[in-house]
């Protein structure tokens, strides 16, 4: 089995409420959508309104502002992240576990374990919630940050303003007295799973994709002592794997795999870079090339014996 990548995405979501038309910003990706002015209870869950937001765009790399009118009314907004971080320590996480089926990590910092939410509904897709810090009592008179009622971004905290210009989406918002000392938002992200294949396992791989894949998806130190060594010679060919271990990976072959490479290869191309590594006199590297042009030459005039049919068995017993 292999570790599991994922990319993350900032991802804000407004419903409307079908009674008074209120925003309700989405705070938790399980349950249903509910009013906190008028206590309506939408009818479609959060789950609804994410897929009702195409959230399956992300695995296409797709982001943006996104305003729908149908099942509900709906508003959206999705960033890419260069990084996730703890929420209780700050610090940057790097999960390669498979979050769909766990739905936990362990903070590689302070040791907290984190939890996150995946759907049947929705595939290769991970949510997580950043639990931002809530307003003290002794700060109840401070305002705090809300989300723009038209896409669903964050707006900045700024105690001397009651208008803000969304930078995301353009819409200028009013915030209405009854917000101003309301909690500081959670953050939703949706990450974006791929299966990397197992840096101990590339010799198990016979699907050569497969191989190119592991390769470029891990560094050189996830790679056991001669692995890569034993998978050149698996591809004696391949320019492809051998370029992407040299000069991505930044992998020296040793001699020694370079002289049994001398060997096995049948390629002519990599035949003139061996032979460059090697330091091979001009007359051993055209030595070797005539070796190969022969080998070509007889497997392409070598023609295969005709089975003998019916009629000619027949000709030959009859004369």
Known sequence: MGDFKYKWYKFNLNVACARCGNTIPMQHTTGWPECDDCGEKSKHTWVDAINFCDVKDLIKGE?????????MSAN???????????????????????????????????????????????????????????????????????RCAACGAPLETDPSKTNYHCKFCGVENILPPSLRHRRVLDDIYAGVQKQIPSAKKINEL????????????????????????????????????????VNDLKYVFPAETYEKLWELTKSATFLNIISAKLNKSDSEHNSRVKELDGNKKTKETKVPKKEEGFFDKLKKLFG
């Open 63 to 71: 982001t943006g502002n996104k305003k729908l009118l149908g099942l």
């Open 76 to 146: 959206s907004n999705t960033e890419a992240v260069a990084t996730l971080n703890c929420y209780d320590c700050k610090q940057s996480i790097h999960p390669t576990e498979d979050l769909i089926t766990t739905k936990k990590h362990t903070c590689e910092h302070c040791e907290k374990e984190l939890h996150f939410e995946s759907f049947n509904e929705i595939n290769n897709i991970v949510f997580y919630t950043y639990v931002n810090k809530k307003i003290s009592d002794a700060n109840k008179a401070a305002l705090v940050a809300v």
């Open 206 to 245: 016979n699907n050569t994709q497969y191989i190119i894949n592991c390769l470029k998806e891990n560094k050189l130190e996830a790679f056991e002592a001669g692995a890569l060594d034993t998978l050149m010679q698996r591809f004696p060919e391949n320019l492809q794997i051998y370029h992407i271990i």
